[in-house]
Every structure is written in structure tokens, then in C-alpha cells.
Nanobody, 122 residues
Framework: QVQPVESGGGSVQAGGSLRLSCAASTYIGESGCMAWFRQAPGEEREGVATIHRGLGRTVYADSVKGRFTISQDNNMLYLQMNSLKPEDTAMYYC?????????????????WGQGTQVTVSS
């Protein structure tokens, strides 16, 4: 059983930066994917970025391209968030799947963390 655990959330002013981390409890192999999703109050959960474990190929939501960077190191996943905007305020979730295509769709992922809150003030 994979249990991702997120950390690194917090409060920051617009234009600032945060780095989120995610540790998976067990190894996600090179056929798998890891991803970041977020959910703002009253909104549906949306995909932010995903990375293929073996190929390192990344996909980003249009709303974060050029500002956010997803990366990985062993069984750790990171999300570097720069030029943060108030609309980035949300609970951020780490997700993983052992095998398959790295879609930015919630249904594609089998394992989810509890989330870490990011709040951006104007």
C-alpha cells in the first residue's frame, strides 16, 4: 500500500514561492506516475502537474506553466511554486499510480495523500 505524505505548505504573499514535498511510503516503479493536484474551497479537484517515474516526462496545467516545476528524487516528489497568485490558494495533494499513462485526471491515480494547505494573499 502506497501512502503519500505531503509537506511544505504554508502562507505566502503574492509573487512569493513555496516548495512542496511528497514522500511515498513504498517505491513507485519506473512504469508509474506521480502527480500534484489541488482543490480550492467549493471547487473540483484539478490536476496541477504530473511526472513519469522512468521517463521523467512532465505535463502541466496551463494555469501553472512557467511558474511551477515538478521534479522527483528517488521516492520523493517535489513541486516548486514561483510567482504565486491568490488563485493558487488551495489544498495540494500528492498522488501516485504504479503503472499507466500520466494523465492529469483524478481518476487515473490510485494513491492519495492527505494534502497540504497553500494560501496566497494579495
Amino acid at each position: 500500500q502506497v501512502q503519500p505524505v505531503e509537506s511544505g505548505g504554508g502562507s505566502v504573499q503574492a509573487g512569493g514561492s513555496l516548495r512542496l514535498s511528497c514522500a511515498a511510503s513504498t517505491y513507485i516503479g519506473e512504469s508509474g506516475c506521480m502527480a500534484w493536484f489541488r482543490q480550492a474551497p467549493g471547487e473540483e479537484r484539478e490536476g496541477v502537474a504530473t511526472i513519469h517515474r522512468g521517463l521523467g516526462r512532465t505535463v502541466y496545467a496551463d494555469s501553472v506553466k512557467g511558474r511551477f516545476t515538478i521534479s522527483q528524487d528517488n521516492n520523493m516528489l517535489y513541486l516548486q511554486m514561483n510567482s504565486l497568485k491568490p488563485e493558487d490558494t488551495a489544498m495540494y495533494y500528492c498522488a501516485a499510480r504504479r503503472i499507466g499513462v500520466c494523465y492529469l485526471r483524478e481518476i487515473a491515480y490510485d494513491y492519495w495523500g492527505q494534502g497540504t494547505q497553500v494560501t496566497v494573499s494579495s
